[in-house]
């Protein structure tokens, strides 16, 4: 429930918000949403162990934790990214709406 409250803040600031950092905020949101998903997950899989192999389904309770720190990366390299373009771009257009980048408008 916790994670698709933040989801649902995230696709919100997402679409409803103009400013670049606010966005990037926003993915931030559901980023998290998506791990703490997948730990959740990891850990009820885990609980579920001898149920699920009893049902002849392997269960691997790191995939969880693994995936959470690839996202992790992800979205630090997200931010690291998309940060420096930002202020390229206020550096050049002196603006962090997104409607007013245009750059590759023709």
Known sequence: MLSFLLFVVGVAGVLSRRNIIIIFMSIELILNA????LIAFSRYLELNK???MA???AVNPLSGPVFTIFIIVVAAAEAAVGLGIVIAMFRNR???AIDEIDLLKW
Do not use: A, I, M, S
């Not at 998506?34 to 998903?37: A, F, I, P, R, S």
């Open 34 to 37: 998506v791990n703490l998903n």
């Open 50 to 52: 001898e149920v699920l």
């Open 55 to 57: 049902k002849g389904l």
């Open 94 to 96: 002196e603006t962090v």
